[in-house]
């Protein structure tokens, strides 16, 4: 039996996939403890699993990383503002897991992508780490589209060799720009961009574990740590699900956990959008289990619920309109279900070029726009997305769980030698 460390932000998109394959550990019989903020201890214990929390992932310098009031995008003043508010976070959380580790060390850490401090103090302690991550085309490459440039598309040809290099040295060039910004902060967490051989040091050196597909991913290089283990995407929470009407097709309208500033007007663009259909049957989610926050009836077509879950309630919806988050993305494809995506912020844009051009939907620039009508017939046109069926196959191939397993035996024999 080893003993296991899963360190994640108390939030649904980075924590909850970490439960998954935590229950995967604690039933193989290692001693499994997840490292995450308060709020999320009912959720962790719920599932069987033994709780650590720590003080400096709580509280509203936490959620103002998450949750902006305005969209971030590429501006520079916004981008560095999270970036030294992220850090500092870091700072703190590394400390705090140092003295937890030092007292009562585990024998692998796995860390969320974002749970920087995590793989910052097991390397100061020597203890192996697996990073996982839900977005696989954030991680820096050479060759393909780069991320984070508003949904950059892949194509053939030495043109697109060269704008696709060009767009990765601007993204370095800019990450070496903010870290120049941030010294001070990455001095205090004795941590540069990269390490010696080129590689991310936010990322670990040994493992990478992508919850993600390789089938909906454009052709490019990966790191030789990096492996595709297929998606995550379950919810804990059990929600009783809606009671739809029969006999016309059925929507769901997500903006996933986080954009507060979006959801503003969720309500609003629902309503517009059931008042222009009212053949289809329009259900949102606000993303959140808040008991204070009830249904909310939009029209007759129409109802806004706090929380839907996606893998117990997505097969019930003959379609999606969501903002093109990692959970929803995969979540979809796995039911076969086609999306009309709305990209916002991040790396949805990213996401929303995939599934474009995998064929697993389509964009829209807003809600509430005509061309975004025009596009969801095309949406609910039956057979319209014929690659979707083997999608959702491949994605049904992957066994994230056993292969998190094995890079957990890799990581404890490499400790061992």
């Known amino acids: 039996m080893s003993r296991i460390a899963v360190v994640a932000p108390p939030f ?32 962790v214990e719920g599932r069987g699993l033994a709780a650590v929390t720590l003080d400096c992932l709580e509280g509203p310098q936490l959620e103002q990383i998450a949750d902006t009031a305005e969209p971030v995008r590429g501006n520079p003043r916004r981008l560095l503002a999270q970036l030294r508010r992220s ?76 704008r696709d290099a060009s767009g990765w040295a601007f993204v370095r060039t800019m990450k070496k720009a903010f870290a ?27 493992c990478i574990l992508g919850f993600g597909l390789t089938e909906l991913e454009f052709a490019r290089d990966w790191p030789a740590a990096f492996e595709m283990i297929g998606p995550l995407y379950r919810n804990p929470e059990n929600v009783v699900p ?71 309630q997505l097969p019930a919806f003959d379609a999606v309109i969501h903002h093109g988050g990692a959970g929803i993305t995969y979540a979809a494809i796995a039911a076969a279900r086609p999306a009309l995506v709305v990209p916002h912020d991040y790396d949805q844009f990213d996401f929303a070029a995939r599934i474009v051009a995998k064929g ?24 319209a997305f014929p690659a979707l069926p083997a999608l959702a196959q491949a994605a049904a191939r992957y066994r994230p769980r056993e292969a998190f397993l094995a890079a957990i035996g890799r990581a404890v024999g490499s400790r061992s030698r």
């Open 360 to 383: 697993a939907g389509l964009r829209a620039d807003s809600l509430g726009s005509r061309a975004t009508l025009v596009a969801l017939d095309q949406v609910l046109k039956p057979g």
């Open 12 to 43: 649904a998109g980075h924590l909850n996939p970490l439960l998954e394959l935590a229950e995967a550990a604690a039933v193989a019989g290692h001693d499994v403890r997840v490292i995450t903020g308060a709020r999320k201890r009912a959720a």
């Open 87 to 162: 850090l500092a976070v870091a700072i703190v959380a590394r400390d705090e897991l140092l003295d937890l580790w030092r007292a009562q060390p585990p024998d692998v850490v796995v860390a969320d992508s974002v749970a920087v401090s995590a793989g910052l103090a097991a390397t100061v302690l020597g203890i192996p780490w697996i990073t996982t991550i839900a977005t696989p085309f954030a991680i820096e490459g050479r060759r393909g589209p780069p991320s984070y440039l508003g949904g950059w598309r892949a194509g053939e040809g030495p043109l697109y060799r060269a």
């Open 242 to 312: 809606p009671d739809l009407p029969a006999g016309r097709p059925r929507v769901l309208v997500t903006l996933g956990t986080h954009l507060p500033w979006a959801k503003a007007t969720l309500a609003t663009d629902i309503a517009a959008l059931a008042a222009a259909r009212p053949d289809v049957c329009f259900v949102g989610s606000l993303g959140t289990t808040d008991p204070a926050i009830t249904a909310q009836p939009l029209a007759g077509n129409a109802v806004l619920l706090p929380f839907v879950p996606y893998e117990a």
């Open 180 to 206: 120049f910004a941030a010294r001070r902060e990455l001095a205090a967490l004795d941590s540069g961009l990269y390490r010696a051989d080129g590689s991310e040091t936010c990322y670990s050196p040994t």
